[in-house]
Structure formats: structure tokens, C-alpha cells
């Protein structure tokens, strides 16, 4: 049974109609890219890189910071795809060794890509140790908390200076993270210029509901499938696949099993999920059908909260007549 199990893990996910989706996993160290190889992924869709950078007194030296990326690209090998997501960190997540104003609203303040920006040292390291990876992988670079095309602008050259110091004619595919309502709302001009967006659902929410992630009393109030939410990542995902770019969502939604026909029925390509998650989703997108998930998206687009997505979300499959 374990090993029937694991087999099914292994093969690819595939709707019953045939449409085949991506299923990558969330990570933060290699061991965890690993434990999430062995149970299917096929690929890491959000490779949080905080991890390297947290909980120490000084900042990662160049070759330790290649060694990081290095060993995580080749456990993945040449023909996977690895997302690095530049740092996020700011406001609630300070960096001993970087000292930062204290903020009144740490999320709503210098965080994601611009402290990255406001330090571009500090990018500008990251993405060279990043680089020392290219060939190893499929090695793509995604930029947390873009809100403004300035900043995908500013990004994109000094990943092509950095690239063109080492000599790499072709420098790895960027893309977005989609978590901030204006990059949603402005998808259609990003779209143009990306490789690729993914779609992280946390801070999406939080941002387009006002209400703090982490808040004791309003965090389970904000819930990813509000149809606010919801609306923005059906234009995002409109907007992206009028210029042929794949859309991914990282953030927590896509790891809920119930949400699979959901996002599917919205065109979301590809999922990338916690680890422990990997084979549920996985089996969650080999039992539905994605003419019928894409009804399902339509209802729930016009309905009026989450409580009522939810409710539909549970009469998903619809009964047969
Ligand atoms: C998100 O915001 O949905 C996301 C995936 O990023 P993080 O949870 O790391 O902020
Ligand atoms: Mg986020």
C-alpha cells in the first residue's frame, strides 16, 4: 500500500480531462527541497530565502550564500525548475546586522523588494551567489512585494549587469510574486514584462482586506477565498495568459485541498504548495474536471463572501444529474 502510495506521488498531476498542473513545493532549506522531491514535487515554486539571511549576527558570505543555492539547484538537477525568491524581509523581519528604522506599520513599510531596493548591495550580492547556480537547474529569480513597474524595472538591469559580469548570455527567467493589489490590479502592463507571476495569497489578502495576517482577532477573517481576492487573481491570471505567461499561486490557498478545483477553474498553472501537502494536492487535481472547475470559478466570482465561497467550494464535485 506505502509503495503504491508513493508511486501515485510520482507521477504527474493531471486533471481527469487531461490537463495536466504543475505541483512544486514551498521551501526553506535543502533538506526540505529534498523531502519535497520524494514526495512528488515537481520542482520548488517558492524558495524562501530568508533563511540564509535570519537569525545570525552577520550577514552570509558570498560562498556560503553560493553554497546555499548551489547544493539546492543540483539536489533539484537540470531538468527542474527552482524559484529563488529574493529576501523579504523588513518591518516585522529585521536583520540584526542591517540596522532599519523602526516603523509604525512594519507591513505597510521598507519591506520585500524595497529594502532590496533602498539596499541594492544587498540584491546585488544575492543575485550573484544566486547566479553561481545558473545551469544547475532550471534556475528562475522571483522579487517579493513588487507594487510598482519601477521596481520589476530597476531589478530586471541589475540581474542582467550581474549576469553579464560572469559572462551568462541568457540570464534566468524573473517573475513576480503578485501580492500586493496594485501588481494584481496593473497585471496587464507587468504581464508584458515578467516571465512569469506567482501569486502568493497571504499578503495578497491581507493587503486587499486590511487586515493584518498575523492579527489575533482578524487573521481568521482573512480568508483567501473572499471574492475580492478572488478577483484579483482571475485578472491576474486573464492578464498574464493574454501574453502567454504561466501564473503559479505560493501562497497558503493553494495548499488547502478544497481550493484545488478553485484555482484551477481560474487557469492557475501551476501550484506550489507546503511539503507535507504535496501528495494531497496532487490527488486532489487527478479527481476533477476542468470544465467543471471553471464553472465552478464563474459562480463564485459573483458571490458575496467567503463563507458563501466555502459553501461551494464543499458542494464541489456537483452532483451527477
Ligand atoms: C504570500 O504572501 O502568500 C507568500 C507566499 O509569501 P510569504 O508567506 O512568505 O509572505
Ligand atoms: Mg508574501
Known sequence: QHRRDLAQALLPAVTGDGHAVEVTANVASQAEAEQALALGAEGVGLLRSEFLYLQRSSAPSHDEQVRAYSGMARALGPARTLVVRTLD?????????????????????????????????????????????AGLARLHIMLPMVSDLCELRLARQMLHEEAAQIGLATPPKLGIMVEVPSAALMADLFASEVDFFSIGTNDLTQY????????PQLARHADSCHPAVLRLIDRTVQAAHAHGKPVAVCGALASEVPAVPLLLGLGVDELSVSVPLIPAIKAAVRAVDSGQCRALARRVLGLESAGQVREALLAYPPAQP
Open 89 to 133: 524581509v523588513g518591518g516585522d523581519k529585521p536583520l540584526s546586522y542591517l540596522p532599519m528604522d523602526s516603523e509604525a506599520n512594519p507591513f505597510l513599510g521598507i519591506r520585500g523588494i524595497r529594502l532590496c531596493l533602498a539596499r541594492p548591495e544587498l540584491l546585488r550580492g544575492q543575485l550573484r551567489a544566486i547566479l553561481g547556480s
Open 208 to 215: 486587499t482586506l486590511a487586515m493584518d495576517r498575523d492579527h
